[in-house]
């Protein structure tokens, strides 16, 4: 087959717009707001390390893309906020500039590496620029919550009776029956107005600002509202936003308690026989949802210890030992005797075996500051 003259140009002119196209993506690419950060951090970072291994490592590295898999809470989370968010749990960081700030103790126990950071944030987790990740773009309605608004974010855990440390919600619940709201409004287990629209799913419906002003200001939205215009002081109106603005009917504790009643399933499974390979030793891993109680690299949960580098830890009979009966060991462990075969035993032994090193960066570098 002969290619016509114009063909041939036609692929060299193509060729050109490739090349031209590509090497703009790897420019736009390569100058990121991400990596301007974390290359910031990493010269930081640098400067007070003092250990000449450790330096070397950190001067050897480059800048990359960190995140968490969150997957114990609603549907799986991925949140690269760590990227930029470097110094998080680095305490030599308490007065660094942000993005780099260590973050600020919070009630509760919320390891970071359990729960992420858009379980309390919102925000879009993926997003890799100041704009997209705190949910600016036009495209994203959950914009990042901070200061008091974060309590928001404490309600998709914390819902109804509100806890102590959620004021706001608190407040804002109270109000909703002192000022009379629930005369018209209907809130599903809370109350059944009528006159006035259902509020129970009305903070997934709109945004703070068109709560604030539906409150402050019946009128903006609806020329005609019936909506009476009420006297409330600023600090009045927060709170009311922050309560509405949490009704969205998720609930993220919904995913913990069905791993739990899966686990139950799980104990009462009948074991078969496996090949003895690191392949069904995950998957015995995988199936009995040992993720939910430990951590591997980043992802999973604290309950237990965390695994990345137990193959450093014990040999293969302590292992199987362990599996056949904790408590035999570890007086008084609250790991569940799962039933095995002796195949998934080996098997199982043979992956737990196979982890030795930690590829979450980060936890590195800071395991290190902390030490010191
Ligand atoms: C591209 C880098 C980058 C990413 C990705 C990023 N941030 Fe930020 N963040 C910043 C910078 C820079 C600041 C300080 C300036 C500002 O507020 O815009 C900041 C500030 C903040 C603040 C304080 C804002 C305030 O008003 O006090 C919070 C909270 C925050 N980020 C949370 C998050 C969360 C949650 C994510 C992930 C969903 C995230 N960030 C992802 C760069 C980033
Ligand atoms: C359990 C809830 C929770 C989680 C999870 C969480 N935060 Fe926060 N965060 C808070 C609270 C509460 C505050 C204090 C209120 C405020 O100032 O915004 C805060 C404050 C901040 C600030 C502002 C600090 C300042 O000095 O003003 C930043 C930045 C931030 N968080 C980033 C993150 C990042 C990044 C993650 C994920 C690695 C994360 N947070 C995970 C609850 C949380
Ligand atoms: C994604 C779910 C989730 C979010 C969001 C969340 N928490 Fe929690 N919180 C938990 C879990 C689970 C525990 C129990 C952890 C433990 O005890 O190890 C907990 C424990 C607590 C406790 C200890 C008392 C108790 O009832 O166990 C307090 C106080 C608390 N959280 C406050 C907050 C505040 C304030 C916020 C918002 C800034 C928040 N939480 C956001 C899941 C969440
Ligand atoms: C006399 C009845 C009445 C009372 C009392 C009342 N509302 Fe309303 N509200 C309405 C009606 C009717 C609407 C429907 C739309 C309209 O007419 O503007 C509305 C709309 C709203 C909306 C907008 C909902 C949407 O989806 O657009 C919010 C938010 C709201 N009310 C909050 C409150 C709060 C908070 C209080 C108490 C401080 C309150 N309302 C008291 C009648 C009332
Ligand atoms: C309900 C939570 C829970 C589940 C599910 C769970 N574990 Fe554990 N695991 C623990 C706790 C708590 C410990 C610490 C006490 C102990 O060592 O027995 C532990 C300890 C361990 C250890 C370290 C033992 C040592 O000290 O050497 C290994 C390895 C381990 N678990 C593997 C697994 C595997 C594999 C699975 C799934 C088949 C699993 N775990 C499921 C809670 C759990």
Known sequence: MRIGFSMKLAFVIGGIFLLLGNGFILYKN????WRYYQKKYLAMAIEMTEEPQMKNVLMNRSPRIEQLVVTGFGKERVDRCVTCHTGIDDERLVNAPQPFRTHPKIYGNHP???FGCTTCHAGNGRGLSVEDAHGKGKYWNEPLLVGDYIE???AKCHSNPYLPETPYLRKGAELFHAKACYGCHKIEGVSDGK?????TKVGAKWPIEYLHESIVDPKANNFESLMPKME??????KALVIYLKSLTSENLMVGPVTQYQNLKQWKEKKPVEVPITLESGKKVFEDRACNACHTINGVGGKIGPDLSVYG???TKEWMIQHHINPRSLVAGSIMPDFKYSQS???ALALYLSSLKKLTVDNAVVHKFGKEK
């Open 30 to 33: 390569y100058n990121t707001e």
């Open 112 to 114: 970071y590496r359990t």
């Open 152 to 154: 928001i974010g404490c």
């Open 195 to 199: 006159l006035g629209t259902d509020l």
């Open 232 to 237: 409330l002081t600023d600090d009045e109106v």
């Open 312 to 314: 450093l830890q014990r």
């Open 344 to 346: 998934e035993l080996e």
